[in-house]
Nanobody, 123 residues
């Protein structure tokens, strides 16, 4: 089994910064794309950003230029640096990973989610 452990959420004033971390643990062959999604109260979960194992990134329009995703493949960890935070960034942030694991039928891709970490931005 694979688990994603998130940390770094909290309360910050508008204009401030936070850094989230998500580390994958367990037994797997490799991790492909990792990313962050968020869900605000009363809204659907939305993409924040993703990063491939090769370092290619993709950002949601609302965070582009303010948030930066990075990863350490040796530590199986993905980071989200959030700058210039706005009250509308308030949400539960979820880590996501595409994990390759061994099965009876060979190696297969599985999607895994973290438990979520709350980010609250006050005005």
């Amino acid at each position: 089994q694979v688990q994603l452990g998130e940390s770094g959420g909290g309360l910050v004033q508008a204009g401030g910064s936070l850094r989230l971390s998500c580390a994958a643990s367990g037994t797997f062959r490799r991790i492909n794309t990792m990313g962050w999604y968020r869900q605000a109260p009363g809204k659907q979960r939305e993409l924040v950003t993703t990063i491939t194992s090769g370092g290619n990134t993709n950002y949601g329009r609302s965070v582009k230029g303010r948030f930066t995703i990075s990863r350490d493949n040796n530590k199986n960890t993905v980071y989200l640096q959030m700058n210039s935070l706005k009250p509308e960034d308030t949400a539960v942030y979820y880590c996501n990973a595409e994990v390759v694991m061994a099965t009876m039928a060979g190696y297969r891709d599985f999607e895994r989610w973290g438990q979520g970490t709350l980010v609250t931005v006050s005005s």
